[in-house]
């Protein structure tokens, strides 16, 4: 099966590592969960795979050829999209020219299948095509977001904070398309603060909280056993120590709470 390998990646920001030796794969056709509090070094991990920050140590290989350290654009052609944290689009362009500008490197062709499948997706863009970006609600330029990731039809896609700042109802309608996705065969990383929410899609999942992984498993492990989660975040400042022992805290994430770290916690990752 095809996957994207991540392996002993460290990752440092402002000469200090944010993620610390993370290894997990990313298998086509499945949603992989990665959970944990902010500050734990998830966005880090995105946007290290996806070329905007080059990892001190480690590899990244899809579907057999390293990756890590290549320039975005590098990465995005070899197949692998990011969408990251925030909403980041061009207020002051229409859908359409968002969507245009996110497939400036395919081909003619390429790019018309990629709308045409953006749309497929996302229905209610199409009518919204001319509309400016900067107009449109949160769920709607979330939608943007994620067709110009999609435009390009990657292998794999690293999705980071899913439903961040938008209504329940509108999640629910963004569920279903990511599900879609993976059963079209791409390969999705989901960074979600809603545990239940990320649980109910994938077939793997992680928990990050300190820079490392502090679980690995099947997403059903946390469905059936949910004080797994929180005894991963009771680890904070183990050095090295995956998730071991007997939790018996009760579940923190669920579908009305989303995932928080401790006081203080700061937004590095």
Same mark, same amino acid.
């Given at each position: 099966?095809?996957?994207?390998?991540? =392996?002993?990646?460290? *990752?440092?920001?402002?000469? @200090?590592?944010?993620? /610390?030796?993370?290894?997990?794969? %990313?298998?086509?056709? !499945?949603?992989?969960?990665?959970?944990? +509090?902010?500050?734990?070094?998830?966005?880090?991990?995105?946007?290290?795979?996806?070329?905007?920050?080059? +990892?001190?140590?480690?590899?990244?290989?899809?579907? &057999?050829?390293?990756?890590?350290?290549?320039?975005?654009?590098? %990465? /995005? !052609?070899?197949?692998?999209?990011?969408?990251? #944290?925030?909403?980041?689009?061009?207020?002051?362009?229409?859908? #359409?020219?968002?969507?245009? *500008?996110?497939?400036?490197?395919?081909?003619?062709?390429?790019?018309?299948?990629?709308? #045409? @499948?953006?749309?497929?997706?996302?229905?209610?863009?199409?009518?919204?095509?001319?509309?400016?970006?900067?107009?449109?609600?949160? &769920?709607? !330029?979330?939608?943007v977001v994620l067709a110009q990731a999609l435009i390009s039809q990657p292998r794999?896609?690293?999705?980071?904070?899913?439903?961040?700042?938008?209504?329940?109802?509108?999640?629910?309608?963004? %569920? +279903? *398309? %990511?599900?879609?996705?993976?059963?079209? &065969?791409?390969?999705?990383?989901?960074?979600?603060?809603?545990?239940?929410?990320?649980?109910?899609?994938?077939?793997?999942?992680?928990?990050?909280?300190?820079? @490392?992984?502090?679980?690995?498993?099947?997403?059903?492990?946390? =469905? #059936?056993?949910?004080?797994?989660?929180?005894?991963?975040?009771?680890?904070?400042?183990?050095?090295?120590?995956?998730? /071991?022992?007997?939790?018996?805290?009760?579940?923190?994430?669920?579908?009305?709470?989303?995932?928080? &770290?401790? +006081?203080?916690?700061?937004?590095?990752?």
């Amino acid at each position: 099966m095809s996957s994207l390998v991540l =392996r002993d990646l460290t *990752v440092e920001r402002g000469g @200090r590592a944010v993620v /610390r030796d993370v290894s997990l794969e %990313i298998a086509t056709g !499945q949603v992989t969960a990665l959970l944990g +509090p902010n500050g734990a070094g998830k966005s880090t991990l995105v946007l290290a795979v996806g070329g905007v920050l080059r +990892p001190r140590t480690g590899t990244v290989l899809l579907d &057999g050829t390293d990756i890590a350290g290549r320039r975005p654009e590098r %990465i /995005r !052609q070899a197949g692998l999209a990011i969408v990251p #944290e925030g909403r980041r689009l061009l207020p002051d362009l229409t859908v #359409e020219d968002n969507l245009r *500008v996110a497939s400036y490197a395919l081909t003619r062709e390429q790019a018309q299948a990629g709308r #045409e @499948r953006v749309l497929e997706l996302f229905p209610q863009l199409g009518q919204r095509l001319t509309a400016a970006a900067r107009t449109l609600s949160g &769920g709607e !330029q979330q939608m943007v977001v994620l067709a110009q990731a999609l435009i390009s039809q990657p292998r794999y896609l690293l999705i980071d904070e899913l439903s961040l700042g938008l209504a329940p109802v509108v999640v629910g309608r963004l %569920i +279903p *398309v %990511i599900r879609t996705v993976a059963e079209s &065969g791409t390969g999705v990383l989901l960074i979600e603060q809603f545990a239940t929410v990320a649980l109910g899609l994938a077939h793997q999942a992680h928990i990050m909280e300190g820079g @490392r992984l502090r679980f690995s498993g099947l997403a059903s492990e946390l =469905r #059936e056993q949910p004080e797994l989660l929180s005894s991963a975040y009771l680890l904070r400042g183990s050095p090295t120590e995956p998730l /071991r022992g007997s939790p018996t805290e009760p579940l923190r994430g669920s579908a009305t709470e989303p995932l928080r &770290g401790g +006081p203080g916690t700061e937004r590095a990752g």
